[in-house]
């Protein structure tokens, strides 16, 4: 079966009313148990003190906010190409979804780091406003490009070095699932509606028309 | 309950509470419009006589 079939609204409404209530159960599953986890049951960092906690959340919510841009430049890139309506459709329902998880990284990003020094975080802060918006995927890599200022380094490594610690991790990894979770399963519902939508104009433009 | 947050509380509290709130207003807004535009679409089709696909 090609994976074209899913451009088909009719094809895509019965798939994702099937998913649907799956996406939702495990969504809620992964942050519920991420988010208490990492909140309640895990140490203080020796540098960091409590803020540590913040990372449940900023670095999910960031790679989201970039991945979300990637998935909306794949969506209309096959718009573009072979003009299937659900990818338009769905890019369009990607953004909302992108736009508030960049809001949760950058408030989370700037409470984390605003702590130490307030004028250097305001400084990153604005920055990344500026240059994420127009490029956005230049932000994966503002953790090197800041990493001997405000910003540590990368959280996610394969440089066991580098890598985040153990007890930090597994909660770490189940935050990133229930919001990659929370992201696909929005554009999906948020996807429906649009075709909804769609279809409710095609049938109220043809009442117009009679 | 609650852990000691000592002096960052108000930056970990602060996170956890943006959080939440930018989330639940995204997820009510998502199931609002789609109770909205399921209903008006439902109404059209009973008027045209057509079903949902």
């Known amino acids: 079966m090609s994976i074209w079939e899913y451009a088909n609204p009719k094809r895509f409404m019965q798939s994702s009313a099937w998913a649907l209530p799956w996406m939702i159960g495990l969504t809620v599953l992964c942050l519920v148990v991420g988010l208490v986890w990492g909140f309640f049951f895990t140490p203080d960092d020796y540098k960091q003190g409590s803020t540590v906690k913040i990372i449940y ?37 990607a953004a909302p979804v992108g736009l508030t998880f960049t809001l949760i990284a950058l408030a989370t990003g700037a409470l984390w780091q605003a702590i130490e020094d307030p004028d250097t975080a305001a400084d990153l802060t604005a920055i990344l406003c500026l240059v994420g918006s127009v490029f ?37 990894l189940i935050c990133i699932a229930g919001f990659v979770l929370l992201f696909v399963t929005l554009v999906l519902m948020r996807t429906r509606t649009e075709i909804r939508a769609r279809r409710l104009q095609a049938l109220l433009a043809r009442e117009r028309v009679a | ?23 639940v207003a995204l997820v009510g807004l998502s199931f609002w419009q789609r109770a909205r535009v399921k209903r008006a679409l439902a109404e059209v089709e009973a008027r045209q006589g057509k079903t949902d696909g």
């Open chain 1, 57 to 93: 959340l900023h670095v999910p919510s960031a790679m989201m906010a970039i991945n979300a841009w990637v998935m909306m430049l794949v969506a209309s890139l096959i718009w573009i190409v072979r003009r299937h309506h659900v990818s338009a459709l769905a890019a369009k329902a």
């Open chain 1, 136 to 172: 956005a995927l230049l932000s994966r890599y503002a953790v090197n490009f800041w990493n001997q200022g405000l910003h540590q380094g990368a959280t996610l490594s394969l440089d066991k070095e580098e890598n985040i610690s153990d007890v930090f991790w597994l909660p770490l």
């Open chain 2, 1 to 23: 309950m609650l852990p000691d947050l000592g002096k960052y509380s108000f930056a970990v509290l602060g996170s956890y509470a943006a959080t939440v709130l930018l989330i």
